[in-house]
């Protein structure tokens, strides 16, 4: 089956290695058939929520504040799985990819429940040696209560120390596979 699936990477670095692990899902996925598009939100300038409550008011369509989150709506709306990559700053998710994700409050409301049922992939890199140093439990514990709260199905996770080199392993490798299946499924 070949889907619509948005890719946002969070990273504000032009190689950043959590852009580079998406890159690689990326590719197995357009490979399979899929249609992807990538947003990376180094290039977009989105607001913090102001909690307005505005999309939670009649006639609101998702959210007032007039930024590069607009059209990202609809992208999301209309994609069958979601990809987010971002690295991990201060022992949680990236504020960038952070701020994205409070910019969806709009998208899960009593009227539109848009999340529920929507497949996620999560990448996340960091520097640390171990993955618990590293703080990525926090964030991955963020992206669990979060879709566990929207009934989003987190299909799939790849937390990864940065290397130097932006090359795959085998066993990375056949993560990605997974993550690309798990998406396209
Ligand atoms: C502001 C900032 C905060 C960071 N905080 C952490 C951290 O808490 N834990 C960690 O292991 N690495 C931390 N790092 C390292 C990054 O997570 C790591 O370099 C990551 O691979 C960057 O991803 P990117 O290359 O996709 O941008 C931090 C880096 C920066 C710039």
């Known amino acids: ?8 990477t969070g990273s504000p670095r032009v ?7 998406a890159d690689e899902v990326i590719k197995k996925l357009r490979a ?3 249609h992807v598009e990538l947003i990376s939100l180094r290039e977009t ?3 913090p ?13 998702f959210c007032v504040i007039d930024d590069d989150m607009k059209p990202l709506y609809r992208k999301v709306a209309q994609s069958g799985a979601i990809l987010l990559a971002s690295p991990v700053y201060w022992f949680s998710i990236a504020a960038q990819m952070k701020l994205f994700i409070d910019r969806l409050y709009g998208l899960n409301t009593e009227e ?14 960091y520097g640390d040696d171990d993955p618990v140093g590293s703080g990525v439990i926090n964030a991955i514990r963020s992206y669990e209560d979060m879709f566990r709260y929207t009934k989003s199905d987190l299909c799939r996770i790849i937390h990864k120390t940065e290397q130097p080199e932006r090359t795959l392993t085998s066993a990375l490798e056949k993560d990605i596979e997974v993550m690309a299946e ?3 499924s």
Do not use: H, P, T, W
Not at 112 to 125: A, E, M, P, T
């Open 32 to 34: 399979g058939g899929n």
């Open 45 to 47: 300038e989105i607001r």
């Open 49 to 61: 929520c102001s909690a307005c409550d505005s999309c939670r008011k009649d006639g609101s369509d």
């Open 112 to 125: 539109s429940k848009i999340l529920q049922d929507k497949k996620f992939g999560i990448i996340l890199s």
């Open 15 to 21: 190689n950043g290695y959590s852009s580079f692990l």
């Open 1 to 8: 089956m070949s889907r619509n699936i948005l890719a946002v």
């Open 182 to 184: 798990a998406l396209s």
